[in-house]
């Protein structure tokens, strides 16, 4: 037993013999041999069942550390992911050194917070450049281990206290719970371990020499050793030399953990938890030169001191560390706060919209006392307002919130948003199915109970569906009075169950809510990112400014009036809001609910048309008429044609299409489709072929009307032309304008297929897999109809294929006309810093505001050398790979060489054919194009190939797109993928 007590003496003074062994072998002192201890003693021992934070101090569950500093530690200065992985705390010398500290007492807080919150240990650059190589310049100095020291000697060292600044420092810095703190310390984690470099156990036990290794390209740092003690202070006196050199110094040094127990900081100053937060501000870290350690206010004295400079002047040892402190604080009140990423966006989101007079002139004097109400919030009632108004517009829980980065008790920072107008409380609840919905399922269940509703099996929904019903019925005492009913009641209880909760003021949130839309006019929002306050556009603003998303230099010229007045834009959004939820009742399938917003907003629509002037939306260009509210309003009534036809009112939805197409202000790139319906509901839904007839007359006569919608009609005609129940309607069907179509090659090629349950959705095949042996030989792979068709054109020799659909050739069109589409001098196509293409592409002003460019261009095109085509793709490729463009697809290419063999099969002839016809009318030749691409770079030659499964055809703008295809010189071939037998797993 007594060997086995030594042992264990042993093994828990291990780590400290050993770090001692080290920096004595280092330091070129001669260390005394320690007993090892058996690797066995590791996988016996039991593992902590929490570690405390290396950050903050904090226990936490072992398995959950990198979650806590991730989402919740309150010292985690959100800095660059690479460097916040990093383990090890490695300070440089830029850090480690001030050029000249300041001495000032008064200075002492500000100086303490600066260190606080600039710690090299998350900085990028610090973290890449620092090494880890421990020189044998040594700074050596005593410090003072308290309770830590005691532990790690306890059962070794039975000897009192000798150490002589022991009792004032215990007495002065002892944590209010002791054991918590031991415990803290007796569970450190390997990744703290490492960065605690202990160098020697003294006689007097709890005294330990720590020594810290610097390296530098100038002058070798000098150290003292000081052991005194005074009245007004009980720890080593340092301060920090000069530093001669700023540029070429590089120092690799350690520092000892710090003691975290106890930790109190200010709710202020709690960080983002957004992880890509790092990148702000990061370029001002780089240039400081004093030492940014992250400490806290509750650590010793002597604490501070082990994280400050390692690079002392021996001359000026009497200076005491508080004054180092001090100076630290000074630097600290320059520096900005940091923000999380949402705040920071938000912020610019506003500042950026009312910076614009045009768009300032939209919000009255009311608005903008909202905004300033805003600005003058705390930061921490800042981040909840814009964490609430990125939620759904609903009542919350206060007790429900968490968001741990703003404050562990978000009860006063809702009190303020309260108290500044921006919130309301639950005096303000009184819509009862709101509450009902407020209540989680098993606090609901406990107040159906109460009425005896429902049972243990019922769900959430059937639940309130119940109290609801019983809420409408009247009690037989309370026929006088109606505060007694049953609806009161069922609200008392359930606000009483609810507690505490909020909800944003719908004033406030709707004059941000238009600040936001303003900002991404530009971009469409579904109804869930509008009811998520535009989460999506302060996303992209953060991925901008940390640099992982970039879109296309561009110039932003703004020159028409889009609004009007502030009422403009109120029924703007009120139009698109109405919109939004027209299609969300489609999605869900509830018909009827979606023709009561569509007969609402149409009625909405008729009053605005007859009590307002809109002659200025018919005067903006078209691209830009689509940021109007008559645009909106026209959108509904189109989906309120579809409507009309799933519940079967076809003459109501012949009737909204009459409407719709007796006017080409609004959607007029919607014609054809409408013309099409038109056709179709009075050829076979009411049996009219005579108005069939003249509305096919009407559409191919629209200069609006294009591509498949006008290859349709046509086709419709000769079906009703060549149909004996028409005979009598010949004459008339036989003056109509005819298209004609040129067929393509087909080919028929078969496969296994892969038989799934129900049969529907896309086809899929057995493919033999590829690879060498008897096991590949017979192993399958399942596969689309696409890639059993590469695998064709692979045997034929085709070496490379891709199939890409339209992207492949919109990529080709971009990469080649980069830029003619990004030119400067055409006004209001580039209103946003954040646009993907410019807003003019989709309609016919696109080819009109560049016709000269592009005719040149294409010509250029036209009669350009294999080597010229390289060279344009090349150019654009280095300089603009990566760029959001909504034309490329920067993945479609392997390679860049992929892209110029491709382009060198096809010829500059072909490619600008093909750039000409989208140039001219991308908004309807985007879609049709073929589904694969192979090519023979062997001897230059491709194919251009519509694949097509079991009982599937060809779509009208495929049929076009093949004959343009073929008519500019390209081998173009329709493939079409049978089924064979269980036997018939092969390639024809």
């Given at each position: 037993?007594?060997?086995?007590?030594?042992?264990?003496?042993?093994?828990?003074?291990?780590?400290?013999?050993?770090?001692?062994?080290?920096?004595?072998?280092?330091?070129?002192?001669?260390?005394?041999?320690?007993?090892?201890?058996?690797?066995?003693?590791?996988?016996?021992?039991?593992?902590?069942?929490?570690?405390?934070?290396?950050?903050?101090?904090?226990?936490?569950?072992?398995?959950?550390?990198?979650?806590?500093?991730?989402?919740?530690?309150?010292?985690?200065?959100?800095?660059?992911?690479?460097?916040?992985?990093?383990?090890?705390?490695?300070?440089?010398?830029?850090?480690?050194?001030?050029?000249?500290?300041?001495?000032?007492?008064?200075?002492?807080?500000?100086?303490?917070?600066?260190?606080?919150?600039?710690?090299?240990?998350?900085?990028?650059?610090?973290?890449?450049?620092?090494?880890?190589?421990?020189?044998?310049?040594?700074?050596?100095?005593?410090?003072?281990?308290?309770?830590?020291?005691?532990?790690?000697?306890?059962?070794?060292?039975?000897?009192?206290?000798?150490?002589?600044?022991?009792?004032?420092?215990?007495?002065?810095?002892?944590?209010?719970?002791?054991?918590?703190?031991?415990?803290?310390?007796?569970?450190?984690?390997?990744?703290?371990?490492?960065?605690?470099?202990?160098?020697?156990?003294?006689?007097?036990?709890?005294?330990?020499?720590?020594?810290?290794?610097?390296?530098?390209?100038?002058?070798?740092?000098?150290?003292?050793?000081?052991?005194?003690?005074?009245?007004?202070?009980?720890?080593?006196?340092?301060?920090?030399?000069?530093?001669?050199?700023?540029?070429?110094?590089?120092v690799s040094g350690f520092r000892k953990k710090a003691k975290y127990e106890g930790m109190s900081k200010e709710p202020e100053r709690m960080l983002s938890t957004a992880k890509a937060a790092e990148t702000t501000d990061t370029d001002e870290?780089?240039?400081?030169?004093?030492?940014?350690?992250?400490?806290?206010?509750?650590?010793?004295?002597?604490?501070?001191?082990?994280?400050?400079?390692?690079?002392?002047?021996?001359?000026?040892?009497?200076?005491?560390?508080?004054?180092?402190?001090?100076?630290?604080?000074?630097?600290?009140?320059?520096?900005?706060?940091?923000?999380?990423?949402?705040?920071?966006?938000?912020?610019?989101?506003?500042?950026?919209?009312?910076?614009?007079?045009?768009?300032?002139?939209?919000?009255?004097?009311?608005?903008?006392?909202?905004?300033?109400?805003?600005?003058?919030?705390?930061?921490?009632?800042?981040?909840?307002?814009?964490?609430?108004?990125?939620?759904?517009?609903?009542?919350?829980?206060?007790?429900?919130?968490?968001?741990?980065?703003?404050?562990?008790?978000?009860?006063?920072?809702?009190?303020?948003?309260?108290?500044?107008?921006?919130?309301?409380?639950?005096?303000?609840?009184?819509?009862?199915?709101?509450?009902?919905?407020?209540?989680?399922?098993?606090?609901?269940?406990?107040?159906?109970?109460?009425?005896?509703?429902?049972?243990?099996?019922?769900?959430?929904?059937?639940?309130?569906?119940?109290?609801?019903?019983?809420?409408?019925?009247?009690?037989?005492?309370?026929?006088?009075?109606?505060?007694?009913?049953?609806?009161?009641?069922?609200?008392?209880?359930?606000?009483?169950?609810?507690?505490?909760?909020?909800?944003?003021?719908?004033?406030?949130?709707?004059?941000?809510?238009?600040?936001?839309?303003?900002?991404?006019?530009?971009?469409?929002?579904?109804?869930?990112?509008?009811?998520?306050?535009?989460?999506?556009?302060?996303?992209?603003?953060?991925?901008?400014?940390?640099?992982?998303?970039?879109?296309?230099?561009?110039?932003?010229?703004?020159?028409?009036?889009?609004?009007?007045?502030?009422?403009?834009?109120?029924?703007?959004?009120?139009?698109?809001?109405?919109?939004?939820?027209?299609?969300?009742?489609?999605?869900?399938?509830?018909?009827?609910?979606?023709?009561?917003?569509?007969?609402?907003?149409?009625?909405?629509?008729?009053?605005?048309?007859?009590?307002?002037?809109?002659?200025?939306?018919?005067?903006?260009?078209?691209?830009?008429?689509?940021?109007?509210?008559?645009?909106?309003?026209?959108?509904?009534?189109?989906?309120?044609?579809?409507?009309?036809?799933?519940?079967?009112?076809?003459?109501?939805?012949?009737?909204?299409?009459?409407?719709?197409?007796?006017?080409?202000?609004?959607?007029?790139?919607?014609?054809?489709?409408?013309?099409?319906?038109?056709?179709?509901?009075?050829?076979?839904?009411?049996?009219?072929?005579?108005?069939?007839?003249?509305?096919?007359?009407?559409?191919?006569?629209?200069?609006?009307?294009?591509?498949?919608?006008?290859?349709?009609?046509?086709?419709?005609?000769?079906?009703?032309?060549?149909?004996?129940?028409?005979?009598?309607?010949?004459?008339?069907?036989?003056?109509?304008?005819?298209?004609?179509?040129?067929?393509?090659?087909?080919?028929?090629?078969?496969?296994?297929?892969?038989p799934h349950e129900g049969g529907m959705g896309k086809s899929m095949f057995l493919l033999p897999a590829k690879g060498n042996g008897e096991e590949s030989a017979e192993a399958t792979v399942i596969c689309s109809v696409e890639e059993l068709?590469?695998?064709?054109?692979?045997?034929?020799?085709?070496?490379?294929?891709?199939?890409?659909?339209?992207?492949?050739?919109?990529?080709?069109?971009?990469?080649?006309?980069?830029?003619?589409?990004?030119?400067?001098?055409?006004?209001?196509?580039?209103?946003?810093?954040?646009?993907?293409?410019?807003?003019?592409?989709?309609?016919?002003?696109?080819?009109?505001?560049?016709?000269?460019?592009?005719?040149?261009?294409?010509?250029?095109?036209?009669?350009?050398?294999?080597?010229?085509?390289?060279?344009?793709?090349?150019?654009?490729?280095?300089?603009?790979?990566?760029?959001?463009?909504?034309?490329?697809?920067?993945?479609?290419?392997?390679?860049?060489?992929?892209?110029?063999?491709?382009?060198?099969?096809?010829?500059?002839?072909?490619?600008?054919?093909?750039?000409?016809?989208?140039?001219?009318?991308?908004?309807?030749?985007?879609?049709?194009?073929?589904?694969?691409?192979?090519?023979?770079?062997?001897?230059?030659?491709?194919?251009?190939?519509?694949?097509?499964?079991?009982?599937?055809?060809?779509?009208?703008?495929?049929?076009?797109?093949?004959?343009?295809?073929?008519?500019?010189?390209?081998?173009?071939?329709?493939?079409?993928?049978?089924?064979?037998?269980?036997?018939?797993?092969?390639?024809?």
């Amino acid at each position: 037993m007594a060997e086995r007590d030594n042992k264990d003496q042993l093994r828990r003074s291990l780590s400290l013999s050993k770090s001692k062994k080290k920096s004595n072998a280092k330091a070129g002192i001669a260390a005394s041999s320690a007993s090892t201890t058996p690797i066995t003693s590791f996988f016996s021992s039991q593992p902590p069942s929490k570690l405390a934070c290396p950050l903050c101090g904090q226990l936490v569950p072992r398995f959950r550390i990198n979650e806590h500093i991730d989402l919740q530690c309150q010292n985690f200065e959100r800095g660059d992911s690479n460097a916040a992985s990093a383990s090890n705390s490695v300070v440089p010398s830029m850090q480690l050194s001030l050029s000249n500290p300041p001495k000032s007492k008064e200075a002492a807080p500000q100086k303490e917070k600066e260190v606080k919150e600039s710690s090299p240990y998350f900085k990028k650059n610090n973290f890449q450049n620092a090494t880890r190589e421990i020189t044998s310049k040594t700074v050596v100095r005593k410090i003072d281990l308290g309770s830590l020291s005691s532990k790690l000697s306890r059962r070794c060292h039975k000897e009192p206290d000798t150490c002589p600044e022991r009792t004032q420092t215990d007495d002065k810095h002892a944590p209010a719970h002791p054991d918590t703190e031991a415990e803290s310390h007796g569970t450190l984690s390997s990744s703290q371990k490492e960065n605690v470099l202990v160098q020697s156990l003294q006689d007097n036990k709890d005294c330990v020499t720590v020594i810290d290794s610097t390296e530098a390209s100038g002058e070798i740092p000098i150290t003292d050793l000081s052991s005194a003690t005074s009245k007004h202070s009980s720890f080593s006196k340092l301060s920090k030399r000069k530093k001669e050199t700023t540029t070429t110094a590089k120092v690799s040094g350690f520092r000892k953990k710090a003691k975290y127990e106890g930790m109190s900081k200010e709710p202020e100053r709690m960080l983002s938890t957004a992880k890509a937060a790092e990148t702000t501000d990061t370029d001002e870290h780089k240039t400081e030169a004093p030492s940014s350690i992250s400490c806290d206010t509750s650590l010793s004295s002597e604490e501070i001191c082990e994280k400050s400079a390692g690079v002392v002047k021996s001359d000026s040892l009497t200076e005491s560390c508080a004054e180092q402190t001090t100076s630290d604080q000074v630097v600290k009140s320059s520096h900005p706060q940091w923000l999380p990423y949402y705040l920071q966006n938000f912020r610019t989101v506003l500042q950026a919209v009312l910076e614009n007079e045009a768009d300032r002139a939209l919000f009255n004097q009311d608005d903008m006392s909202l905004v300033h109400a805003f600005e003058k919030l705390s930061v921490m009632g800042q981040k909840l307002y814009v964490r609430l108004f990125q939620r759904k517009l609903k009542w919350l829980q206060v007790n429900k919130l968490d968001y741990g980065e703003i404050c562990s008790d978000l009860g006063p920072v809702a009190l303020e948003l309260v108290q500044s107008g921006f919130l309301q409380t639950e005096n303000d609840l009184e819509d009862l199915e709101e509450a009902l919905d407020l209540l989680p399922a098993p606090e609901l269940k406990a107040l159906a109970k109460t009425f005896h509703l429902g049972n243990s099996g019922s769900q959430k929904q059937q639940l309130v569906d119940g109290l609801l019903r019983l809420s409408r019925q009247r009690s037989l005492f309370s026929l006088a009075s109606a505060q007694n009913n049953i609806r009161v009641v069922i609200l008392k209880r359930a606000k009483q169950l609810a507690g505490s909760c909020v909800r944003l003021c719908r004033g406030p949130r709707a004059v941000f809510s238009r600040i936001l839309l303003l900002f991404s006019l530009t971009d469409t929002m579904d109804e869930e990112e509008m009811a998520a306050g535009g989460q999506s556009q302060l996303y992209t603003i953060l991925l901008v400014n940390s640099g992982r998303l970039a879109f296309p230099n561009y110039t932003v010229n703004r020159l028409a009036k889009v609004f009007q007045d502030r009422e403009d834009l109120i029924r703007y959004e009120a139009s698109m809001r109405a919109l939004q939820e027209v299609i969300s009742a489609m999605q869900a399938g509830q018909w009827e609910e979606a023709l009561e917003l569509y007969t609402a907003a149409k009625s909405a629509w008729q009053e605005l048309r007859k009590n307002n002037d809109l002659s200025h939306q018919e005067a903006l260009p078209v691209f830009l008429r689509s940021f109007t509210t008559g645009w909106a309003y026209t959108r509904i009534l189109s989906r309120g044609v579809e409507i009309l036809q799933r519940l079967r009112q076809y003459e109501e939805a012949v009737e909204e299409l009459r409407s719709l197409l007796s006017q080409s202000v609004y959607c007029p790139d919607s014609r054809g489709r409408w013309w099409d319906r038109l056709a179709l509901n009075l050829h076979q839904h009411l049996k009219k072929p005579e108005q069939a007839i003249c509305a096919i007359r009407d559409g191919l006569s629209d200069t609006l009307v294009r591509t498949g919608h006008k290859l349709s009609l046509y086709q419709r005609a000769v079906r009703m032309k060549e149909s004996a129940s028409f005979k009598k309607y010949r004459l008339q069907l036989k003056d109509l304008p005819s298209i004609h179509i040129q067929d393509v090659k087909h080919v028929t090629i078969r496969g296994q297929l892969f038989p799934h349950e129900g049969g529907m959705g896309k086809s899929m095949f057995l493919l033999p897999a590829k690879g060498n042996g008897e096991e590949s030989a017979e192993a399958t792979v399942i596969c689309s109809v696409e890639e059993l068709s590469l695998a064709h054109y692979r045997q034929q020799g085709f070496d490379q294929g891709i199939h890409g659909e339209g992207s492949t050739f919109s990529t080709l069109f971009a990469l080649l006309l980069w830029d003619v589409i990004f030119m400067e001098g055409i006004p209001d196509v580039f209103r946003n810093p954040y646009q993907t293409c410019p807003l003019d592409l989709y309609s016919d002003c696109f080819y009109e505001n560049r016709k000269e460019a592009i005719d040149s261009h294409v010509h250029l095109l036209s009669e350009a050398s294999v080597e010229t085509l390289h060279s344009m793709l090349e150019d654009v490729w280095t300089s603009q790979k990566g760029n959001v463009c909504s034309l490329v697809n920067w993945e479609r290419f392997s390679s860049l060489q992929q892209a110029q063999s491709l382009v060198s099969c096809m010829g500059g002839a072909f490619l600008g054919g093909v750039i000409a016809r989208m140039s001219k009318d991308y908004r309807h030749c985007r879609g049709g194009l073929p589904d694969l691409v192979v090519w023979n770079t062997s001897n230059n030659t491709y194919k251009l190939v519509e694949v097509k499964g079991p009982n599937d055809r060809l779509s009208q703008k495929q049929q076009i797109w093949l004959d343009e295809l073929q008519s500019l010189g390209a081998d173009v071939e329709v493939c079409h993928v049978a089924a064979t037998g269980a036997r018939g797993a092969r390639l024809e």
